[in-house]
């Protein structure tokens, strides 16, 4: 058992969270075939899941949560392959902390959108907003991704 709080008002997502318990599982399928699967975990996977819906019609996303990189990593091969499957290497990472942790994931060619400093502090939304957490500025950033022009 665990009880997680935040300091911080998060939107309430309805997500199957069947496979939680593995570590990391598919927040939000693809319509079709994935060209892209966006990674987060904590608060900005609803930030992910707003993306996702955001870009539906142009991108099939697949939205993954990493609630435990550590659990999702002793998983069975077939399991973490269905949930990050070795075709799509078009890969987003979203964190607000080091995306040091991410590169296992993402590959080479992947790309995120975190901090990679330490050391700012203020409200949680100001903070969000001066690094680039926000629809607009992630949207961009994936859309120039697809593009390969990040």
Known sequence: SAILLTRQKLKELELERSQAHRGGYIAIKEEKTPE???LSSGSE???AVEAANALRGEIDIRVVSMLSMERFDIQEESYKNTVLPDNVRKRFAVEAASSLSWFKYIGLDGEYLCIDRYGTSGPGAEL????????ENLIEKIKRYMTNES
Do not use: A, V
Request: charged share 5%.
């Open 128 to 135: 969000f907003e001066l690094y680039g957490f926000t629809l």
């Open 36 to 38: 892209l699967i966006l």
């Open 45 to 47: 996977l609803s930030l």
